[in-house]
Nanobody
Framework: RLKESGGGSVQAGGSLKLSCTVSVYRNCMAWFRQVPGEEREGVATINYESITTYTDSVKGRFTISRDDAKLTLYLQMNNLKPEDTAMYYC????????????????WGLGTQVTVSS
């Protein structure tokens, strides 16, 4: 139901654009990321009015957007840093939009982002 793409390996300062296709429209869509051994972290959310939220570490560098006609979520990542290295997951839900992992029940398989220094 959710399929991420666009991950890869880049050097610090580089850019990547992640995409996620969904099978059903949901008003709240989000990107999370996870490093092995750590909890999944909310990166960005976007609601049906395109109101966005970002975790502090990516503000000014990442941009979340959505194309509801294409049922696709995006994450433009610029000025990537080694600490951005993680598996990135997209997710979606109805209702209030928060970056709380427990709010979301459906997840993609993820796409790996690796940033070298």
């Amino acid at each position: 139901r959710l399929k991420e793409s666009g991950g890869g390996s880049v050097q610090a300062g580089g850019s990547l654009k992640l995409s996620c296709t969904v099978s059903v429209y949901r008003n709240c869509m989000a990107w999370f990321r996870q490093v092995p051994g750590e909890e999944r972290e909310g990166v960005a959310t976007i609601n049906y009015e395109s109101i966005t939220t970002y975790t502090d570490s990516v503000k000014g560098r990442f941009t979340i957007s959505r194309d509801d006609a294409k049922l696709t979520l995006y994450l433009q990542m610029n000025n990537l840093k080694p600490e951005d290295t993680a598996m990135y997951y997209c997710t979606a839900k109805a209702g209030v939009c928060r970056s709380e992992e427990s709010d979301f029940r459906s997840w993609g398989l993820g796409t790996q982002v690796t940033v070298s220094s």
